[in-house]
């Protein structure tokens, strides 16, 4: 009598190969974390509360914080908008790919679509992508997220102050800025197509909760496979708006009452993740494109003492806040004080994902050792500070920074402006040639070269490296491995 043992054996055997096969289905699953990228905008080093922000509070990046890992010497690509966004889809310093600046509506240029970005790496892996946002690559269609490698898009296609509105939020726009004249009524694109003009502040004042809603939509749709969502807010940049919800909640104002509401919808997103049993598989990254506008007054945010700010290659305008949270992965309450920078999120997802890197040159490095706490890693030694078109304006190598001789922004010296209007600033201000030890100087106000002669000359060397791949505008060298940003054919 046989049957009893032949059918507890055919049990034995189907318990086996289901647990065998759960372990392989796991395995795959935790080589598939879902990856979340929250990008704001114009958000200062010092507009937490875990890094010093005061009269309002932050307590959801608090708490992703104190369960992940922070970093103290986070660095944009660059400090401005279409720049910085170009250098971290495309893990580049943007002037590689041929983005500077900010782009203007209807730009005849975008990010050439033959950039192999984030999204388009992690497809091969079985993501699905949204992007949700302020986009700000080219506003063209050839130029949009669905073109790019995203499956799915909500956002406006560049910065929320490209409209025919004044900083009052009327339409009594003066003599100085009538190139606002020009420019269209801000778009609210899904996809590939305009769906909503925005003519009000007040009708900026639901983006954040738009943005929001959409991103844990397609949270809920694709928990089942494993997703790339590019949340990148419109706020705090100006035009500052609020949802009836947050207004008048902070003691700062209008601006803490933004970062009140961006604060909520990181919570939201986190809120999200465990409800749905998506926490323990999602890295959750939070970053700023660039420091603080801080010509706008109080409707600009803070740098925490460091040097100027947006548009310019001191601290202020690239050291940015930088929160990582993934369960298991990342030790809780870790404090990172390592370089690294936003061009190093595309290697570093590369990695965590087993995915190619693109065939194209790109100037990023992998960070999980940082993130993961291995003793002694230091995968980024360097980095390059380019502003404006093309021009090498400051080298870094571990806590030395040499500044080199150039024209630049700086708001020292001038009255900030207020409730929306901005200030006075010099944007050709002759800077001088200084090295700085951020270590004992973060906020660079002391220059030691005159002490420090054989670090400048290694500095320089690092320079001169640069300028013969990247070129430098400033000794107009060209560079020998720059490639072309995408354009409209005009013809």
């Not at 059918?7 to 080589?31: E, H, N, R, T």
């Not at 103290?72 to 041929?98: D, E, H, K, M, W």
Request: hydrophobic fraction near 35%; charge should be neutral; charged fraction near 20%.
């Amino acid at each position: 009598m046989n049957i009893v043992p032949k059918v507890s054996i055919g049990l034995s055997l189907l318990v086996s190969g289901s647990y065998a096969f759960s372990q392989v289905s796991i395995k795959s699953q935790i080589q598939k974390p879902n990856i979340i990228l929250i990008l704001v905008d114009d958000m200062g080093y010092g507009d937490l509360s875990c890094t010093g922000g005061v009269q309002y509070k932050t307590p959801n990046l608090d708490r992703m914080a104190a369960q992940g890992i922070r970093f103290t010497n986070f660095l944009s690509a660059q400090a401005v908008c279409s720049a910085s966004r170009a250098g971290i889809l495309t893990g580049c310093y943007p002037n590689r790919v041929g983005i500077s600046g900010a782009l203007m509506p209807n730009s005849v240029i975008g990010l050439n679509p033959s950039e192999v970005i984030i999204p388009e790496i992690l497809k091969e892996k079985g993501y699905k992508s949204a992007a949700i946002g302020k986009w700000h690559l080219g506003d063209n269609r050839q130029f949009l997220p669905l073109q790019q490698g995203f499956d799915e898009y909500l956002g406006l296609p560049y910065s929320n102050d490209m409209w025919p509105v004044f900083f009052d939020g009327s339409r009594n726009i003066s003599k100085e800025y009538a190139r606002k004249l020009n420019y269209p009524e801000l778009p609210l694109i899904r996809n590939n197509d305009k769906i909503q003009e925005l003519k009000t502040l007040d009708d900026q004042s639901g983006l954040t909760t738009s943005y929001t809603e959409t991103a844990i939509d397609f949270i809920k749709r694709n928990k089942s496979n494993p997703f790339f969502l590019y949340l990148a807010h419109s706020m705090p940049h100006v035009p500052l708006a609020v949802s009836s919800k947050f207004k008048g909640k902070s003691e700062q104002g209008l601006y803490g009452d933004v970062m009140m509401e961006i604060d909520w919808s990181i919570g939201e997103i986190l809120k999200t993740l465990k409800n749905n049993g998506l926490d323990k598989n999602t890295l959750v990254i939070f970053t700023s494109d660039n420091g603080p506008w801080i010509n706008f007054g109080n409707h600009a945010g803070s740098t925490g003492g460091l040097r100027e700010g947006k548009g310019n290659s001191f601290e202020g305008g690239q050291r940015v806040p930088c929160i990582m949270k993934w369960p298991g992965h990342i030790k809780e309450g870790t404090i990172c004080n390592k370089l690294a920078s936003t061009i190093d999120i595309l290697p570093t997802l590369a990695s965590i994902t087993n995915s190619p890197l693109p065939e194209k040159q790109i100037d990023g490095v992998n960070i999980l050792p940082l993130m993961e706490g291995v003793e002694n890693a230091n995968p980024r030694e360097t980095f390059l500070y380019y502003y404006r078109k093309n021009s090498l304006e400051a080298v870094r190598k571990g806590d030395w920074k040499l500044v080199f001789a150039h024209p630049g922004r700086t708001y020292i010296g001038f009255k900030p402006g207020v409730d929306g209007f901005p200030g006075e600033v010099n944007e050709n201000f002759p800077i001088e040639e200084g090295l700085y030890d951020l270590r004992r100087d973060p906020g660079e106000r002391y220059n030691v070269k005159e002490y420090y002669p054989e670090v400048v000359v290694e500095l320089k060397k690092l320079a001169d490296e640069a300028r013969v791949d990247l070129g430098d505008d400033i000794q107009q060298i060209e560079g020998k491995n720059r490639r072309i940003s995408g354009r409209i054919n005009l013809n």
